[in-house]
């Protein structure tokens, strides 16, 4: 079967770094895709990885292992705004996107 | 980033009647939108797969004569939620990928996601 699991909670300080982790099963792989979802609203992307390694983009970081079907997300220098749900998802080599249950962050002053 | 359009994003309807929900690309053409659903507290579930000018693949379990999908063009693609019941009340979410012809492969490959739909049926 195809399964993703995360965390469904992690709670940080504003200004510290966060990393949420993600490990994943799938029938066939195409990348590994984070979104970030506020309350209410739909996901926005944050970051696609398809080779192994780290991909910086500002605050945030991405890192996959496709060996080890694990990915997780960084998140540094933390703001209040940050404090959202976190979608890990899985392309398939249908090209379909398999979520993970999220993951909560909560960022206290 | 691309956008994705969402209409309505709120519905309060009737149990019985149908209701329709649009989704359009508006700055790039998308070869395949997805329609989701997500429930209080829960990931999104995928209903289907709408490929411009072919019929929707839907996902097991998923009535494909209660949740109707066109994908008429490039740019735009309906759900309808025919004969709607309090148990269809969720967040619905289309996305859009663009495929070949994007400005990279993360764009090509990426899933942009309206900014959903919240339907309540009484």
């Known amino acids: 079967g195809q399964s993703l699991e995360q965390p469904s909670e992690v709670t940080a300080v504003e200004g510290a770094i966060v990393q949420i982790n993600c490990t994943y099963q799938?029938?066939?792989?195409?990348?590994l895709f984070w979104y970030q979802q506020h309350a209410g609203e739909a996901p926005t992307f944050l970051s696609y990885n398809v080779l192994d390694g780290l991909e910086e983009k500002g605050r945030f970081s991405s890192f996959l292992s496709r060996s080890k079907g694990y990915s997780y997300l960084l998140l540094k220098e933390l703001q209040m705004k940050d404090s959202a749900s976190y979608l890990c998802?899985?392309?398939?080599?249908?090209?379909?996107?398999?979520f993970g249950s999220g993951t909560r962050l909560l960022v206290r002053p | 980033g691309a956008v994705v359009s969402q209409h309505p994003s709120w519905v309060i309807c009737k149990s019985g009647t149908s209701v329709k929900i649009e989704c359009r690309s508006l700055?790039?053409?998308?070869?395949?939108m997805f329609w989701y659903r997500q429930f209080p507290k829960q990931s999104l579930m995928l209903m289907a797969t709408?490929?411009?000018?072919?019929?929707?693949?839907?996902e097991q379990g998923v009535e494909k004569d209660k949740f109707l999908i066109n994908h008429a063009s490039l740019t735009l693609s309906t759900l309808t939620v025919t004969s709607a019941h309090p148990e269809d009340s969720s967040f619905y979410i289309c996305s859009a990928r663009g495929g070949a012809g994007g400005r990279s492969y993360v764009t090509q490959e990426t899933q942009y996601f309206g900014p959903g739909t919240r339907l309540l049926v009484l």
């Open positions: 709408s490929n411009e000018g072919s019929k929707a693949t839907y």
């Open positions: 700055d790039f053409q998308a070869t395949t």
């Open positions: 799938t029938s066939g792989f195409n990348g």
């Open positions: 998802a899985a392309m398939d080599s249908s090209y379909k996107l398999i």
